[in-house]
């Protein structure tokens, strides 16, 4: 190697060391904050806090107070945080092929993949500790799961191998409220499970939604999400069919008495609108490329999940205070 060659190889290293230095020393707390998919962990808290004042109230124990409550729904929160860094840290090579996901602070170069990596392992192990120390261990073990179920089973495994992905993958996301409730009681009891069905069966139709007219990016970046597998028609069939079957899951909380006359009124309400809009989707045959129909049901799902698990939290707050 000609002494010109090594001196052109030393001055990139060392503009490469230097651009690793400057990207680490601009990471900022929003930075980090953003690894931890804070418009998930919305989702996540709101749920477990359901989870939790609905355990107090249906149950009758009660092994937290406001302030370990408070510091049990916390830890909850960060372990879901956790889980959504170890899978941006894991997917950062998706990410950067996908218009939606090229900003996130790994593939823009904001946040190093070391520093996510132990950010969210961190995150991770303080979250289950703490739960355990403030409540109990079977709680604390449960959000163990839930996080190893995302990180490992769904990010590393699931995503990239099945089209099935969301829907088994979903039952991490489904898992919050059943880990407050065990927080909240020690134990887990069929109001937990259905709490859990209900976000469960929810999730395939919500992102399959996302998928149709997100399907370009999933397509530039192999994952194999359902309509860049078996196509359109099939995946809008499918929102159908899950969005029917969602009905009695999500009726369940009356049928079985934990839910009130007005979260019957208003889940029936609701889950019309739910099948109202899948039907739109599975009608759709997209020739203007516009997707609308699956944004409306992807924007009305938010809503209609926020609003059932809004209305039992409502109910349960007005049993305690009775």
């Known amino acids: 190697m000609s002494t010109a060659e090594i001196e052109a190889r030393t001055e990139l290293q060392a503009l490469a060391g230097a651009t690793a230095e400057h990207r680490i020393s601009q990471a900022e707390p929003r930075d980090f904050f953003a690894l931890m998919k804070p418009g998930v962990m919305r989702l996540v808290v709101f749920t477990a806090l359901v989870g939790l004042v609905s355990a107090a109230a249906t149950s009758g124990t009660m092994l937290l107070g406001p302030a ?16 959504g860094a170890l899978n941006m840290w894991y997917e950062a090579d998706l990410d950067r092929m996908m218009k939606r996901t090229a900003n996130r602070p790994i593939p823009a170069g904001r946040v190093s993949a070391d520093e996510a990596l132990a950010f969210g392992l961190i995150m991770a192990v303080l979250s289950v500790m703490v739960l355990g120390l403030v409540s109990n261990w079977f709680a604390a073990g449960l959000l163990a799961f839930t996080i190893f179920f995302y990180a490992v089973v769904y990010t ?14 979903g039952a991490a996301g489904a898992l919050p409220p059943v880990v407050a409730w065990a927080a909240m009681t020690g134990s887990v009891g069929i109001e937990a499970f259905v709490l859990f069905l209900i976000i469960f069966m929810w999730t395939p139709p ?3 939604a996302l998928a149709l007219f997100a399907s370009k990016d999933y397509a530039r970046a192999g994952i194999p999400m359902m ?33 009130g006359l007005v979260y019957g009124a208003t889940t029936a309400a609701l889950s ?16 203007d490329n516009s ?8 924007a009305y799902s938010i809503l209609y999940l926020f609003a059932l698990f809004g209305v039992l939290l409502l109910e349960a707050v007005i049993k305690l205070a009775l």
């Not at 860049?228 to 009726?251: E, F, N």
């Not at 019309?272 to 020739?287: E, M, P």
């Open 272 to 287: 019309l609108g739910f099948v109202f809009y899948a039907i739109g989707v599975y009608r759709d045959k997209n020739t």
């Open 291 to 298: 997707n609308r129909a699956a944004k409306r049901l992807f």
């Open 227 to 259: 309509p860049v597998v078996s196509g359109d028609a099939y995946t809008r069939k499918q929102i159908l069919i899950y969005a029917v079957l969602l009905v009695p899951v999500a009726m369940a909380p009356w049928f079985l008495g934990f839910g």
């Open 156 to 169: 590393i495994w699931l995503k990239r191998s099945t089209q099935q992905n969301i829907v088994i993958g």
């Open 68 to 83: 370990t409550g408070a510091i049990a729904l916390f830890c909850i929160a960060i372990g879901g945080g956790a889980s």
């Open 206 to 208: 919500h992102f399959w």
